[in-house]
């Protein structure tokens, strides 16, 4: 079993950058994929990016359109901690952020472990 906590959100101003955290305890962490979600109320939570277990050389990351270029992720396997480094950010990108572990996929139903989530707010 693994357990994640978020830490991070907060309200911000447009345009402004914040970066998130997921801390994970339990289990292998270096076994599992990450994955950044987010949710709106009333609509359905929406892949954001995800990145592979595996870091050296390099670890594959892939971010839903509207998020690149502009959010980032990473990872500390050795801090069994994934980040989520978000720029220029806008009104729209709004919600609650989740991080989740499991297989490398844009769908959460391939993730069995999530965090409880982090509230970003954006104002214009």
């Known amino acids: 079993q693994v357990q994640l906590v978020e830490s991070g959100g907060g309200l911000v101003q447009a345009g402004d950058s914040l970066r998130l955290s997921c801390a994970a305890s339990?289990?292998?962490?270096?076994?599992?994929?990450v994955g950044w979600f987010r949710q709106v109320p009333g609509k359905e939570r929406e892949f954001v990016a995800r990145?592979?277990?595996?870091?050296?050389?390099?670890?594959?990351?892939h971010y839903a359109d509207s998020m690149k270029g502009r959010f980032t992720i990473s990872r500390d396997n050795a801090k069994n901690t994934v980040y989520l480094q978000m720029s220029s950010l806008k009104p729209e990108d709004t919600a609650v952020y989740y991080c989740?572990?499991?297989?490398?996929?844009?769908?959460?139903?391939?993730?069995?472990?999530w965090g409880q989530g982090t509230q970003v707010t954006v104002s214009s």
């Open positions: 339990g289990g292998t962490f270096s076994d599992y994929a």
């Open positions: 990145m592979s277990r595996i870091t050296w050389p390099f670890g594959n990351t």
């Open positions: 989740a572990a499991g297989a490398d996929s844009p769908s959460e139903t391939r993730y069995p472990y």
